[in-house]
């Protein structure tokens, strides 16, 4: 079958266009799938729900602030958000001069999301991510492609804090 072919059995289908998109949903619907961010999923229940700890230094801020970007700030929410953000340096290409010119910055974060109520720990885990820059150009170059590298695995691993909270959103409790 050609791929015109193809495409004209799928558009008959409802899988290309606009049309795609409703089959896709009513089809998705059906099976009991509702989306992460739409009216009643997870996401929602733990939108402005989850009060982190005060950052401490500009990693911190940075983690904190990408993470209240996706999930909101809970002043008033139910849940209470500790962590542990460590982040190293490594040198990965060096010159035959011993002169490096790429630095990983390797970031983990150990969190813990408690009920403020009664201080019971609800989940308990860890995010791991790395992202890099160059050393070789002037100075100033460095230092910018530094600060960018930490904001960069600040929002890597906030992004997937927020993805494991959400996963686990259906377990926690009401």
């Known amino acids: 079958m050609s791929s015109s072919d193809r495409r004209a059995v799928l558009r008959g289908l ?3 266009g606009l049309g795609g998109l409703a089959l896709g949903s009513l089809a998705l619907g059906g099976c009991g799938f509702t989306p992460v961010y739409g009216p ?3 996401a929602s229940r733990l939108q402005d729900a989850i009060l ?5 230094g500009r990693d911190q801020y940075l983690l904190i602030q990408r993470f209240e970007e996706r999930l909101g700030r809970g002043s008033d929410g139910p849940y209470a958000l500790g962590y542990a953000y460590a982040i190293s340096g490594q040198r990965m290409a060096v010159t035959g001069d011993n002169v490096t010119t790429r630095i990983n910055l390797v970031g983990r974060v150990d969190f813990v999301l408690r009920d403020r109520a009664t201080d019971a ?4 885990d860890s995010v791991d991510s790395f992202t ?3 050393t070789t150009g002037s100075t100033s170059a460095t230092a910018a492609a ?10 890597l691993l906030a992004d997937q ?14």
Do not use: C, K, N, W
């Open 52 to 56: 982190p700890d005060a950052p401490q």
């Open 40 to 42: 009643s999923g997870q």
């Open 146 to 155: 530094d600060r960018d590298a930490h904001e960069r695995l600040a929002v």
């Open 121 to 124: 720990v609800l989940l308990r």
């Open 161 to 174: 804090m927020v993805i494991r909270l959400i996963a686990a959103a259906d377990r926690l409790a009401s």
């Open 14 to 16: 409802g899988f290309l």
């Open 132 to 134: 890099g820059y160059s």
